[in-house]
């Protein structure tokens, strides 16, 4: 049952394609490639905030990769949202791939 639950969440996301009216991207591309269309930057200044705003997690290593023990490299990808009670604020939030990787 859940698993029937989640595949409509699933779909309902990729049909999306707007909401509010205003277009949500699926890709970083895309999100500038609006931005530019409509002469504005909302997407990318999102795009930016949410990347500072995660910096603070990631460090940054200066040494031999293999001798990195207990990290693993993952990839992710943004999530991008309208926000409706913030005067249509973009919203972009990155998420890490877990589905990738195993649990520890």
Request: aromatic fraction near 10%.
């Amino acid at each position: 049952k859940r698993d029937r639950f989640l595949g409509k969440v699933k779909s309902k996301y990729w049909e999306r394609t707007h909401k509010y009216g205003i277009r949500v991207p699926r890709t970083i591309q895309e999100a500038l490639d609006i931005d530019k269309a409509n002469g504005d930057h909302l997407w990318q200044d999102s795009i930016e905030l949410e990347m500072k705003n995660n910096r603070i997690a990631f460090e940054e290593f200066e040494g031999d990769i293999s001798r990195l023990v207990g990290y693993k490299k993952i990839t992710g990808h943004m999530v991008f949202d309208v926000k409706l009670g913030e005067n249509f604020r973009r919203k972009t939030r990155y998420c890490a791939d877990v589905h990738k990787t195993e649990a520890p």
